[in-house]
Structures are given as structure tokens and as C-alpha cells.
């Protein structure tokens, strides 16, 4: 393919096949649009594709973490597992694609490198990695929060003699550790999820924690069929509560008490009912000010710590485990099977590089400032370039030639998570500034999904061909996110959702905290309003709000 061959003519261009971009282009069939769909994965899935790593599976249960859109799907589906594995979340993923035709508008092996809007005739004009170009009247992002993996930053990293892998791109054909020394750098969801696994095969495990992590027991197991009977009987009403209440996207009990007006041992019976219960939000939503009180969140972080004291044999490891230096929840909390048990094990060494940090990877392992840590393979579970890494890899220039990634560099700037402004018909699906990874991310994909597609409908019948988010509406917003986030305890941990992890990255809390109930009023009434905050007008123009009212 060359710059002299035709440039496809489409309505819509959508980036990323995962759970976004299929639904997205299963709604986008149903307006009639000639849709293309990207994905630089071979095969549908994202997340589920690419996070093979032992151990992975969801840590929201399988029955929530589906879609909605098709009461047929989610009966005719059969989940095995409370919490499913990664090979069935992606079985589920094929069936989907397979049950609605998708495959067949959707490319794979094929990044898209650039998306620059044509004022005039209003399209964007898609350029990918084979040297295909499109021009489409909407571009959709659906590239996903968590899709741009991380590598750390030490010296040598390259110089490592044995195979390294990241969780985040792990191989296809699976990893033997049989036998093998293997480090873990990482001690996040993917290696608390891999870690326990990883030191099952290995001879011997050594674990890279930097940061502590809490982790609760995920209590997975087999699905009971009367539970799923019962369910699937109250699916419709049970999906109506997870899209409609208040915090994460799962029907919880709103807590009503808070931390501190309750005594110990009443606290303590309903914290250890939560522990048992094995569901993510369940501490987090124990009572109504652990996320936003710091004495109310120390009694549900002293609770968690006495439960690694109670697991880990070792007094001086156990303390080594327990978190200490930021909130409870300000960092994404982990369900585990059997994290902290592991390093009961006689073959499992955890390095604390508080006290020894890495100096460098060295051909035989990785150099601490105590010793060499001889290792036959490295794993590194470090991570993602979250929420804005994949939005800003390729190179997205809106009007007047504004790059994406120059608009954004003090931190994303959004109305809704959904648009930015001076980058016209452009959505983003799960975009920061969005409930996103602070929630069920089915229940804040379908939202969004649904909203574009609805807006797009909405454009077709006022006979809009543009829409822009308003630097105004943009502005508001922005600052109505970051005030959400000041009233809780999230920006004083150095986590992934503040970008605090790549180096560089703005310090910036970058999901929406209001909750995907309240979050969805904002974006319904927003588009009953005739979609207040946007501008909406015909190609070539940037037309005034009132446009779309008339
Ligand atoms: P993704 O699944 O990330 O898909 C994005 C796709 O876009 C990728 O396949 C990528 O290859 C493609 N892409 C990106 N940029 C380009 C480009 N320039 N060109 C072409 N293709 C591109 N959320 C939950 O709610 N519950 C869970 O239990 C849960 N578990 C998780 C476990 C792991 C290990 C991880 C990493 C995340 C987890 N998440 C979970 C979050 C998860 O990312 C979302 O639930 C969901 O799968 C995201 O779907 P998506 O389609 O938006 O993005
Ligand atoms: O990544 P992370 P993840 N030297 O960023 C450490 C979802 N998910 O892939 O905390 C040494 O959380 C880093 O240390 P620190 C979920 O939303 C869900 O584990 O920055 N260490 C941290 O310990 C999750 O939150 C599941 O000090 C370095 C780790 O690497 C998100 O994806 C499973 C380092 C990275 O942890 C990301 O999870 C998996 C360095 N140079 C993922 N650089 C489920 O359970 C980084 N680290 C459903």
C-alpha cells in the first residue's frame, strides 16, 4: 500500500476490538454505519488477549463482569466460576464476536498510528501501521484504560541473559517455570494473581515489592447452578441495579455508618464478614467514610494488616507485606487466591527494595544494593501507562493541527470522558475523566457505548455532521472531576490512577469518583438537553449549542 493508492471512505473508524470496541461496532451496524474496527492483537479480546499470565482472571464476579445489552447472551452464556479465568472471559469474548458477525469488519494485527481531523470535509483521515488509510466521519476510541504495558525503568534492563516477560503481553503458548530461579518484579494485581502460581512451578521465587499491596481472598469457586438459576430469573432486574447504583457498577448495600461510630467489635464482625464474602468493594464499601475520613480508613487498614500478620508466618516478612504508606483502597485493592500464604513457602523470597533497592539487571539477575539475585527468568508485573498511554500513542491531531498528546501534557483533559474539545467527532470509550476502572468496566462500557451510539443517532436526525465538546463544558468538568477526588483520600497514594507511576506523567487523578449511577444521570441529561456542552453543526463548521436545541 502506498500514499497514491484510493483512501477508504467510511462512517465510522473504531480502535481497539475488546469488550469497547465490539459492542461499539455491534451498535454501530445497527445505525447502518460502514464501520472499520482496528486491533494490533490477532484476535478480539484486548485485556483477555494480551494478559495471559498465570492466574489471571476477573476480580469483578463473572455474572456482573458480562455483557447487559442482550437478555439472550447472558442467559444462553454458562460462566463456570465466580470469578471466571482468563481463557473463558476470552471464550466469552470469541462467542460474542461469533454471535453477532463482528469479525468480519474488524483488522487485526494493525495498529493505528495516526487520526487527523479534516475541517473541511469534517472526517478523519486514519492512518495504520500496514499503510491503509481511511477517512471516516467519527473515530472511536476504544483502546482501553489499561492496554499500554509498562516495562520499568532500571538500568540494564536489556541485558538480562534468560527470557523475560511482561504480564501484559505474555506468551500465547504459555511459560514453563519448572524448574527454573524466577524473579518477579511487581506486586500489583498481575503478580499478586501470578505470583502464587508462578512459585507452585519454579524452584525458586524471588519477589520485587516496592509497595506493599492489600489483597483480600477472592473465595472463588465453582458456580453454584442454583445461584445461577436464580439469578438469570433476576438478571434484567439485578443489571437495572448494577447500572443505576451509586458507586462501582455491582449492586452493594449503600453503608450507611461510619467507621468511627460503631465499637471495635461491631466493626470488627462486619469487616471480617466482608473479608470472608470475598468481593472487591466489599472492605472499601464497609462504611461511609473509609474512602474519604483518613482515621475512619486506618481502622480498615489495621483491620487488613492483622489479617497478613494472621497468614504469614514470618513476623519480619509479614511485616514487609503490610502496607503502611498510603490509605487503604487508594490503590487499587487485589483479590488474591493464596497471595500471602505463598511466601510461606520455603522456595519464595520476597526482596523489600525499600530497604534494598534494584540498582540494576545484570546478565544473571538483578543487582540490589545487598547482593545479585541469580535468576533463569524475569517476569514483570509493572504494570500499564494507564488511562491515557494507549489515547496517546498514536499521533491524534485535532483542528488548528493540535496533537492529543501536546493538549494533554499537564493531565487529560475531557468533558465527560467521553470527547475533548478541538478534537471534533472524535469519542472515547472509558476516556479519563469517566467512572471507568473505579468500576464494574461492563456496566461503564455498555454506558458509554450506548451514549455515543444514541448521539450519533441524534446527530443523524437533526442533520448534524459535527460535534465538540466545548472548552467551557471541558473546563467545568475537568474541574468538577479533580474537586470529587480532593473530598477523598485517593490523590495521597503514588498510584497508577494518579499516573504516579510513569515517570514524568502528570499528577493527576484521572477517573471520575462520582459513581456510574450519578454519572450516568450527568451524561443522560446532558444529551436530553440537546447535548448542553457540546456545539453541533454541519461539515466544515463548528455550529453554536442552541443548533441542536432548535
Ligand atoms: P481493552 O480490553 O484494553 O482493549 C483495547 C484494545 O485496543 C486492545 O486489544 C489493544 O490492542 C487495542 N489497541 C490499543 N491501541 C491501539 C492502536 N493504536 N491500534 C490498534 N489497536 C489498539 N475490569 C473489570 O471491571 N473487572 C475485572 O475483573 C478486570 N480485570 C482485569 C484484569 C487485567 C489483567 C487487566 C489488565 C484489566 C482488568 N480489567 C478489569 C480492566 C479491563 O481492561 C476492562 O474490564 C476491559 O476488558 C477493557 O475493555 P476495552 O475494550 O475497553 O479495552
Ligand atoms: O499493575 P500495577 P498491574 N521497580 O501498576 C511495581 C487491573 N488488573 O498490572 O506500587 C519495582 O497495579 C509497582 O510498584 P509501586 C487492575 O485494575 C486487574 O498489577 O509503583 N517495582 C507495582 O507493585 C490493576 O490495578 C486484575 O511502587 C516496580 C507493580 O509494579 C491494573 O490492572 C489483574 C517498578 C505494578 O502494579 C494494573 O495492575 C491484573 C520498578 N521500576 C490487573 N515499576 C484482576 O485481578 C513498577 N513496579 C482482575
Redesign the pocket.
Known sequence: MDSTDPVRQLDAVV???????LYMLHRLRRLGYDTQV????SDVG??????RYPG?R???ESMD?SYSFDPDLEQEWEWSERYATQPEILAYANHVADRYDLRRDIQFG???TSAVWQTDPGRWLVTTDRGQRLSARFCIM??????AAKRPEIDGIDSFAGPEYHT?EWPHDGVDFTGLRVGVIGTG??GIQSIPLIAEQASELVVFQRTPNYAQPARNAPLDPGFVAARKADYRRHRELARTETHGGVVIPAPEASALDVGDEEREQLLRERWEAGTLFGLLSSYNDVMVDADANAKVAEFVHDRIRDIVDDPAVAEKLVPTSYPFGTKRVCLDTGYYATFNRANVTLVDLQETPIEQIVPEGVRTTEKVHELDALVFATGFDAMTG?LL??DIVGAGGVLLRDKWSAGPRTYLGLATAGFPNLFM??GPGSPS?M????VS?EQHVDWIADCLAAMEEHGHAVIEAEPDAEDAWVAHVNELAGFTLYPRAASWYMGANVPGKPRVFMPYIGGVGPYRQVCDSVAADGYRGFSLGPAGSRATPEAVRA
Open positions: 480502535v481497539g476490538a475488546g469488550f469497547s470496541g482496528f486491533d494490533a492483537a484486548g485485556t483477555w488477549w494480551w494478559n489471571a476477573c476480580d469483578i463482569y494493525t495498529r493505528v476504544a483502546v482501553g484504560c489499561l492496554s501484559g494485581s498481575s494507549a500513542r498514536p470509550i472509558t476502572v468500576t464494574n468496566m461492563m462500557i
